[in-house]
């Protein structure tokens, strides 16, 4: 009996111990990330799935419809404004194509007024669509909306009050999902390098009219 009672109090004991080994990882883990974010697992990462970019040798992209997904059958043109921190940042035309291509062009110009700090920037990115995709978000998911994953270049040009200007050149991502009524509305990525870790990457918002 004694024998049967020490190996429960043994058992508790490594319980006790790996519940405090869990309590001090999770603790550590949000003393170098901060805290957990639920919705982070949702956002958006496209320079971690550039496997689903093809080249155009590989179109056209075949298209079911499973799952009553968006499908393109003829061409659309996808145009609205684009926001950050609810600022407008101009305007973004995306031309999708049948055989699943997709490219497109945004340009905006800005001045904040305080240090009389003006931007432009232009950018153009093709790529195309993937049905293989669903759309996830903390509410559950969406088989009917349509992926699509872009990569090109942008031009920012950062002019200060006294008239000098520095010019930036670097990767765009802009990626988005078309719905059955074909509004759409997705993410611009200024990449600050070609480093996709880097800090200093710029993420805005863009959605049909």
């Known amino acids: ?6 190996h ?10 790996l519940l405090i080994i869990v309590m001090i990882y999770m603790a ?26 093809v080249s ?3 179109l056209p992209i075949r298209q079911t419809g499973k799952g009553k997904k968006t499908l393109i059958l003829n061409e659309h043109t996808l145009a609205g ?7 407008n940042r101009g305007n973004i035309e995306i031309v999708i194509e049948p ?12 001045e904040y007024a305080d240090s009389k700090t003006s931007y432009t920037i232009t950018a153009d990115f093709t790529g195309n669509i993937d049905p ?9 998911s ?11 270049k942008y031009k920012q040009i950062k002019t200060d009050a006294a008239g000098k200007q520095w010019l930036t050149e670097a990767p765009v991502y802009t990626v988005g999902w078309i719905d059955k009524d074909y509004s759409a509305k997705g993410k611009i990525f200024l990449m600050s390098n070609d480093d996709p870790e880097s800090h200093g990457n710029a993420e805005y918002n863009w959605q049909t009219k």
């Open 99 to 110: 055989n699943g291509l997709a490219a497109g062009h945004w340009q905006c110009a800005y």
């Open 56 to 58: 155009r040798e590989s």
């Open 132 to 140: 293989t995709k669903t759309f996830e978000s903390p509410e559950g």
């Open 8 to 17: 429960g109090f043994a058992l508790i004991a490594i319980v006790v111990v």
């Open 1 to 6: 009996m004694k024998t049967h009672r020490n």
């Open 142 to 152: 969406n088989k009917k909306l349509l992926y699509f994953i872009t990569k090109g």
């Open 81 to 87: 404004p684009v926001e950050r921190k609810n600022e």
């Open 28 to 53: 550590d883990l949000s003393a170098i990330f901060g805290p957990i974010d639920k919705n982070a697992a949702y956002d958006e990462r496209p320079w971690f799935e550039e496997q689903r970019l």
